[in-house]
């Protein structure tokens, strides 16, 4: 039986019945393969170094300095200990007129660290970019400051030059080429300036409302006897005592809790995986209807081969063992595109992806395989068991039974198939569901559409008295599960290749304007009360024509109605997330323009009534109600208030929005600092380095700037969505040509029969154009329904900006296809209308 079904294999290659199931095939491996050997090796990585992005065996992080204790408690158990102290604030170069500051990532470092990796250093500014530097013996010396090189060309200074942070002055000596616990670099905006932690109290920087990160690293000695374990003994008994003493403020890092970089880093993982999985659900379709031809043209073999004494258990078994080399082969072309392809995406997101990573590993092959394996069973095993009811006397009588209820039933197995490999893929099984159920409803939906306008025709069949238009729409009636089929698929195809093009553009048009072109630009925090008006009148005498100051308190909530919050009062993250920080709160007689009124009333500000008003995403995550009850921690001091409105917040706007207002009667005992947000003219940038120099406590922050460098990530990121979108784009041109070559067969016998009863060529030329016009312009008017909707999702519910339909996909897509359906009908049938109607009835 090996033998017979090699041999098969063989001939069907060189007839060509094998080869676009081939390529189909491979095209859906090597999408999900780049994807799988690109997460693969990042995770590897991450796994390599996961001690060097701590710095230590577990990390204290807290928001206020850590609890002497648990420093005494884990020296007492013989591991080893360091501090930093992290914060933002400005740091100045120059002087006089010449000065100039840049916001800065200051990091105060104590004797030891890191206590896991190196960090590297060096004087030479192109070896620090390139991360190559000198391991670091210690940490900077008092009154010096490495700082990373980014920052000598914001500040136009050099090693050896001075810089100033806050009242005390410091000598550039080093520049960082590497830090162990610095962080992905998409994930930090600002230069990072380091020195010891002794300067700290001199700089004056730290004041009330600043935001510190206070971070206790703790590890284990080569020479403590099993540090590892000791170090997660101290672990969990830290969590234990956080747990049930219902601390806030406190988050520990280790290898068994990541920090949020890790949870992004998912996140991105997955978005990758599911563009590759958009190509995977194209070439699917395009493997069924291969699968579908293939046997559609071996129906006259299979009944020869059981005249000729094979079982129907034999002949599945023979194409069964056919369809498996199959896989193998496409599979293994479709890894190794995908090893190569992982490569180009390695260089793409080089600048994000800045640390070596390892060498790849045998899974993502594996999953390759088996991927391209499961894609074949789940969409080419019905037709194949199908091949097995092929009755003996179809060698004489031409008809064909409909197919059997088990054979149907095998869809359903192939889409239970298709849905495993959706979880597999997205490792999120709501995620899969949804994709799974999305594609499926697209389906149904193209499907009803195309059935209800063949229905439709039948009104038009008489409408225009050509002979051409009748025998075009007779055409298509004669077959409607085979042209709703056509209909589906070309929309399907049509639709991906829409949202690649026109509708990805609209999409990023839309997001390029969300923002006014007058949105604030700078940040001031941490601004004094007395210091309000000097600089309210400076921003003025600059040209600024609206800097509105906000106070800006911040607190910590502890109960909801009476109960305390706890880490297990909420179970989604981005709940717990919000929980579990500091809130910046503030308080206002009048609510900010840009915001508006959804729910309740706002505040009657009035002594002994402390009330509330919460931006309503907040409201939601945290499940708070008009009239519900919260207690804030502010500085100690509990504060009660009550929720009397809800808000929605414009955040496009980038103005200073808050999630928690109350009103100012409830917070006159209450040390604030202020804050504003302004459009800063250009040219107007010394007036921020003058604030920077006579306030030094002072944070401004250059949102421009910041944009700027999200902008550059997202274009990195885009780049290599495009180029995970050429496979996408070949899966989409794969469907496009198995929809218009499904019926190719039938339609060559059409031809040839209509031609020996006498039409002429022209007419059938003429209907052959009407039919591909008819069905290919309906596909784009669905395809581009279908990237519309999609476009509208993803600005709605993805990117939060409004969206606007553009009339373009509509015409785009009909224009599309008909073109398409129209050169392909020419490509498949123009050999038909060239020869004898005689030799095209033998050939068929």
Request: net charge positive.
């Amino acid at each position: 039986m090996l033998k017979l079904a090699w041999k098969m294999t063989l001939r069907d290659w060189r007839a060509g019945q094998l080869r676009f199931l081939l390529i189909a095939l491979t095209v859906a491996v090597a999408a999900l393969s780049a994807t799988g050997f690109f997460i693969d090796r990042l995770r590897s990585g991450l796994d390599r170094d996961a001690h060097q992005l701590l710095g230590a065996d577990v990390v204290i992080n807290a928001d206020l300095p850590v609890r002497a204790e648990w420093r005494t408690r884990a020296l007492q158990r013989g591991l080893v200990v360091t501090d930093t102290v992290t914060f933002p604030s400005m740091a100045q170069a120059g002087a006089g007129e010449q000065s100039s500051s840049v916001l800065s990532a200051l990091k105060a470092v104590g004797p030891g660290y890191p206590l896991r990796g190196r960090l590297k250093i060096t004087t030479d500014a192109a070896r620090a970019e390139q991360s190559i530097g000198t391991p670091a013996d210690s940490v900077p010396a008092p009154g010096t400051v490495w700082v990373e090189p980014g920052l000598l060309g914001s500040l136009n200074t050099a090693v050896g030059q001075p810089l100033k942070l806050g009242d005390k002055t410091f000598t550039i000596t080093r520049l960082i080429a590497a830090e162990p616990d610095r962080g992905a670099n998409f994930l930090a905006f600002a230069p990072r300036v380091m020195f010891a932690l002794q300067d700290l109290e001199a700089t004056n920087l730290i004041q009330p409302g600043s935001r510190v990160n206070y971070r206790l690293l703790v590890g284990a000695p080569p020479s403590l006897r099993n540090g590892a374990a000791i170090a997660r003994a101290y672990q969990e008994s830290l969590l234990a005592e956080i747990k049930s003493q219902n601390i806030k403020g406190v988050r520990i890092e280790s290898l068994d809790n990541r920090p949020e970089m890790e949870t992004t880093l998912e996140r991105a993982d997955r978005f990758l995986s599911l563009v590759g999985l958009l190509s995977a659900m194209l070439a699917a379709v395009a493997v069924a209807m291969a699968a579908r031809r293939f046997m559609q043209r071996h129906l006259d073999a299979c009944a020869m081969l059981r005249c000729l004494g094979l079982t129907q258990n034999q002949v599945t078994i023979m194409y069964l063992i056919e369809f498996l080399l199959v896989g193998l082969i496409g599979s293994a072309i479709g890894v190794a595109v995908g090893f190569g392809g992982h490569y180009v995406l390695l260089k793409v997101l080089g600048t994000l992806v800045s640390s070596e990573l390892p060498a790849p590993t045998i899974y993502p092959a594996l999953q390759g395989m088996a991927i391209g394996i499961l894609l074949l069973a789940a969409f080419a095993l019905p037709p194949i068991l199908q091949l097995r009811k092929v009755p003996h006397n179809r060698v004489i009588r031409r008809e064909q039974d409909a197919p059997k209820v088990s054979a149907l039933a095998t869809y359903g197995i192939g889409m239970a198939g298709f849905i495993a490999l959706l979880l597999w893929q997205a490792g999120d099984w709501r995620m899969a569901l949804y994709t799974a159920l999305g594609f499926v409803g697209a389906f149904a939906v193209f499907a009803l559409v195309g059935w209800l306008a063949l229905r439709s025709l039948r009104l038009l069949r008489n409408a225009i008295d050509h002979q051409s238009w009748r025998f075009a729409i007779t055409s298509l009636q004669r077959r409607p599960g085979a042209t709703i089929v056509q209909i589906v698929s070309l929309a399907l195809g049509m639709m991906a290749l829409l949202v690649l093009t026109v509708v990805r553009g609209d999409l990023m048009t839309a997001w390029r304007n969300a923002t006014p072109a007058d949105a604030p630009n700078r940040f001031i925090i941490n601004i004094q009360p007395e210091q309000q008006a000097e600089i309210a009148q400076r921003l003025k005498a600059a040209g600024v024509t609206y800097a509105p100051q906000y106070p800006m308190i911040r607190g910590r909530l502890t109960a909801v109605n009476g109960r305390a919050v706890t880490a297990e009062t909420y179970t989604e993250d981005r709940a717990k997330g919000l929980a579990d920080r500091e809130f910046n709160l503030s308080t206002m007689a009048q609510m900010q323009p840009e915001n508006k009124l959804k729910e309740g009333r706002w505040f009657e500000d009035k002594p002994g009534s402390p009330e509330a008003s919460v931006e309503e995403g907040i409201a939601k995550t945290l499940r708070w109600q008009l009239g519900d009850k919260l207690r804030f921690d502010i500085a100690g001091a509990p504060v009660d208030v009550t929720i009397t409105s809800i808000r929605k917040l414009d955040w496009g706007s980038m103005r200073v929005n808050f999630f928690v207002i109350i009103n100012p009667a409830a917070m006159t005992e209450i040390s604030q600092s202020w804050i504003t947000a302004f459009h800063l003219p250009q040219g107007q940038g010394a007036v921020m380095n003058a604030l920077t120099r006579d306030f030094p406590n002072l944070t401004i922050v250059d949102v421009g700037g910041i944009l700027r460098q999200i902008q550059a990530v997202l274009d990195q990121v885009i780049t290599a969505v495009e180029f995970l979108f050429i496979f996408t784009l070949a899966s989409g041109v794969l469907v496009l040509y198995a929809a218009l070559m499904g019926s190719q067969d039938e339609r060559t016998r059409e031809a040839g029969l209509l031609r020996a009863l006498g039409a002429t060529r022209t007419q059938l030329s003429q209907a052959q154009l009407i039919e591909f016009t008819l069905v290919g312009a309906l596909s784009g008017v669905l395809a581009a329904s279908g990237a519309a909707a999609m476009g509208w999702a993803l600005a709605t519910y993805q990117f939060k900006f409004a969206w606007e339909f553009s009339p373009a996909v509509w015409l785009v897509g009909l224009l599309a296809g008909a073109v398409c359906a129209i050169a392909g009908g020419w490509l498949g049938l123009r050999n038909v209308l060239r020869q004898p109607p005689l030799q095209t009835l033998r050939e068929a």
